[in-house]
C-alpha cells in the first residue's frame, strides 16, 4: 500500500510569485485536505477536497486554491506569494470526510518565500 | 469554535520515565480527539484516536491516553520513555467546516529525551 507522497520536497519562491504543490493520495482514498504549518507552530487547515469537488476551506485567502483529479491527487496553488506564506505544506487524505476518518499525513513540501 | 491548548511547548524527562504530555479542548459538542507525533522533516504520524466507546485509548509504540470529559482533557502518557519517543506531539481535534472535517491542532509539545 503506497502512502501520501507530495513534490516537490523543498522549494524556493520570491515574493509575488506563484507556486504549485503536488500530492497524490493514498491508494483507496478520495478525499485531500492542506494543511500549512509555520515554524513552531500546529498545522492550520487550509481546505478539503472530496471526489473533486472542495469540501470546505479555513480561515486563507482565495490566492490559495486547489484542485483535485478523477485519481484524487491533488494540488494547492498559491498566487501572489507573501513572506509569511514560508511555512511547511502538508496534504492528508483519507477514505471519506468524516470526523471519525483518520486523515493519514504526507512528507509535506517546505516553501520559502524571499 | 472548537479549540485545543497543549500545556507546555517543551517537555524534558529521562529514559524509562514516565511520558505525560497534556491537551484540553474546547468544544460544543461530543469531540473526536487525536494524537500524531512529528519527527524531524517528517509529516505526521497518527499516535491514536478517540471517537466513541471506552475512554482510554491504546495506541502505537506504548502510547495511550484518556478521555475525561468532566475535565475536557486528553492527555497522553507513556510509562517509560525511550530515546526513540523525541519528537513534536501534537493534540487535534476534528471541527466542521461546511461539510468537511478538519483537524485543529494544538501548537504542539516538543519531547526531548535525555540518557
Known amino acids: 500500500e503506497t502512502g501520501v507522497t507530495q513534490s516537490p520536497t523543498h522549494l524556493i519562491k520570491t515574493r509575488g510569485q506563484q507556486v504549485t504543490l503536488r500530492c497524490s493520495s493514498q491508494?483507496?482514498?478520495?478525499?485531500v485536505s492542506w494543511y500549512q504549518q509555520a515554524l513552531g507552530q500546529g498545522p492550520q487547515f487550509i481546505f478539503q477536497?472530496?471526489?473533486?469537488?472542495?469540501?470546505g476551506r479555513g480561515n486563507f485567502p482565495p490566492r490559495f486554491s486547489g484542485l483535485q483529479f478523477p485519481n484524487y491527487s491533488s494540488e494547492l496553488n498559491v498566487n501572489a506569494l507573501e513572506l509569511d506564506d514560508s511555512a511547511l505544506y502538508l496534504c492528508?487524505?483519507?477514505?471519506?470526510?468524516?470526523?471519525?476518518?483518520?486523515?493519514?499525513f504526507g512528507p509535506g513540501t517546505r516553501l520559502t518565500v524571499l | 469554535a472548537q479549540s485545543v491548548t497543549q500545556l507546555g511547548s517543551h517537555v524534558s524527562v529521562s529514559e524509562g520515565a514516565l511520558v505525560l504530555l497534556r491537551c484540553n479542548y474546547s468544544s460544543s459538542v461530543p469531540p473526536y480527539l487525536f494524537w500524531y507525533v512529528q519527527y524531524p522533516n517528517q509529516g505526521l504520524q497518527l499516535l491514536l484516536k478517540y471517537t466513541t466507546g471506552a475512554t482510554l485509548v491504546k495506541g502505537i509504540n506504548g502510547f495511550e491516553a484518556e478521555f475525561k470529559k468532566s475535565e475536557t482533557s486528553f492527555h497522553l502518557t507513556k510509562p517509560s520513555a525511550h530515546m526513540s519517543d523525541a519528537a513534536e506531539y501534537f493534540c487535534a481535534v476534528t471541527f466542521r467546516s461546511g461539510s468537511a472535517r478538519q483537524l485543529t491542532f494544538g501548537s504542539g509539545t516538543q519531547l526531548t529525551v535525555l540518557p
Open positions: 492528508a487524505s483519507s477514505l471519506g470526510g468524516g470526523s471519525t476518518d483518520t486523515q493519514y
Open positions: 477536497y472530496y471526489r473533486e469537488e472542495e469540501n
Open positions: 491508494s483507496g482514498h478520495n478525499t
